[in-house]
């Protein structure tokens, strides 16, 4: 027996001591948690990912094919982690596979220009609106995509400073990984990223999610050379953006100079097939994409009007003055990525992705507020995109309306207080054959309607395993 272990934020004296939730996920995961041991070893943290770090133990995961995966104990799972979002068709989808495994016969990395990685950007060019008659610059990551479309816009505008919003996510790099404002520092505990110069903090302004008036005064201050966001939503749709907010966002930013930037890393080619700015009707200056982008496999890119993408160019006709942007990278349009990303983009072009998928969350998301409702829990489920699906223990709609630094504060707080049960949730879904990432469920065209019956009635099951144990009483 393990002794003064931590379970799902339960702090406990022996697994005797441990609830049904906790002692049931152990008794299933016994080889997940000697694999666990092994990584701590080896990786710190013991995780290659924050977001896979689970108490007591993480899942090891053998194989994966459609909506469903199989972990290293034999347990089988309805998965809604999708590749952190990058699998829209499911797992090992036949065309995708297909596109892949010839390509790697043929070479996994030509040293050379190949004729895939035009066909991909062209379907990047036909799909997403901002890159219709523009360019589009491969990548390895969402991440990389992020710091080169900064860096093109800093080059272009000649300014230094960039405005994000507080908890929207644009990858792990120095200057957007900032969430601290001092101008908040009394209300809000922000924080200077370890490893990070205090001055490359001061080149990022964090701002408040969907606040105008913040942005206006930033912008009025000088220096700015873009503005970039989640459309949306932060962190995945956890906080949703307001499209009203987005039409503000695009006049201000074209009246005063300052580079419009989308971070579609998530929504791209699953909001809609052009992404959000296709939903919305609301087009950046570029675009950053990655997961759909590749079909599964590593990839990433940024799209955009000549205008701004010719920064990249080795000259520019007519500019003496012109220094450019270089970027090198080994796996930038990689062959075998190119090959999944080609594939996987064909089908979404067919335009049958979207109307399935949709309607796929729109069900799942109906039923499982009908649970919360008819159980009597303080709780919602939500989702801006609509095949991403939040669930939120003493939240209510009217939370979800954040436009100033007091409803931020307010929606984090409520969000903190809920953490311990949202982590007690997942583990009971996740001895139901249930995988959510975390508070989230991300939905594939691969999940049938019977995937998402059954997902309801595990839920169900979940709240009232809690409920029985006690967990719920503080929400009822």
């Not at 949703?240 to 989308?262: A, C, M, Q, Y």
């Not at 200056?285 to 990433?300: E, N, Q, R, V």
């Not at 508070?439 to 595990?458: G, P, Q, Y």
Request: aromatic share 8%; glycine share 10%; hydrophobic share 35%.
């Amino acid at each position: 027996m393990e002794k003064n272990c931590v379970h799902g934020g339960l702090n406990v004296n022996s697994e005797i001591n441990l609830g049904k939730i906790d002692r049931e996920y152990l008794e299933r995961h016994q080889k997940s948690k000697s694999f666990y041991e092994r990584a701590k070893k080896v990786f710190a943290r013991g995780v290659t990912h924050d977001s896979r770090y689970f108490e007591p133990t993480p899942i090891y995961c053998v194989k994966a094919k459609g909506s469903r995966k199989w972990d290293v104990d034999g347990n089988e799972y309805i998965d809604y982690w999708m590749g952190h979002g990058a699998l829209i068709l499911g797992h090992s989808h036949p065309i995708v596979t297909r596109a892949a495994v010839e390509q790697a016969r043929k070479g996994t990395h030509l040293g050379a220009s190949h004729e895939i990685e035009i066909q991909w950007a062209e379907k990047v060019t036909r799909l997403i609106p901002c890159a219709r008659g523009g360019i589009v610059e491969f990548t390895n990551s969402g991440t990389e995509a992020t710091m080169m479309a900064i860096r093109i816009a800093r080059a272009y505008t000649g300014k230094t400073k960039i405005i994000k919003f507080l908890s929207h996510f644009h990858g792990w790099f120095d200057y957007t990984i900032v969430d601290y404002n001092p101008d908040y520092s009394h209300i809000l505990h922000g924080y200077y990223p370890v490893g990070i110069p205090l001055e490359i903090c001061r080149y990022t302004a964090a701002l408040p999610p969907n606040d105008i008036e913040s942005v206006e005064k930033t912008i009025e201050e000088g220096d700015v050379a873009c503005v970039i966001l989640e459309p949306g939503g932060a962190s995945m749709g956890l906080i949703p953006t307001p499209k009203k907010f987005l039409e503000d966002l695009r006049k201000i930013t074209r009246e005063n100079g300052v580079i419009l930037i989308f971070d579609e890393v998530v929504t791209g080619f699953r909001d809609a097939p052009g992404g959000a700015q296709e939903r919305y009707g609301v087009i950046p200056d570029m675009s950053t994409l990655g997961k759909i982008l590749a079909g599964g496999y590593p990839g990433g890119a940024v799209a955009g009007r000549k205008e701004y993408m010719s920064m990249l160019e080795f000259n520019v006709e007519g500019r003496s003055d012109f220094r450019r942007i270089s970027h090198p990278g080994t796996f930038n349009a990689n062959p075998l990525s190119a090959a999944a990303g080609n594939a996987c983009l064909g089908l979404i072009l067919d335009g049958k992705v979207h109307p399935t998928i949709n309607r796929r969350g729109e069900d799942l998301k109906r039923g499982i507020n009908d649970v919360i409702e008819d159980s009597g829990v303080n709780g919602l489920a939500w989702g801006t995109t609509d095949s991403i699906i939040y669930i939120g223990i003493g939240i209510s709609e009217v939370d979800l309306e954040v436009s100033n630094i007091e409803s931020f504060i307010k929606f984090q707080k409520k969000r903190e207080r809920s953490q311990k049960i949202l982590r007690m949730i997942e583990k009971a879904l996740i001895n139901g054959g249930i995988h959510p990432m975390g508070s989230r469920f991300i939905l594939s065209i691969a999940h049938n309607k019977r995937d998402i019956e059954i997902t309801i009635e595990k839920f169900n099951e979940a709240l009232g395993n809690l409920r029985s144990e006690g967990l719920l009483k503080d929400y009822l």
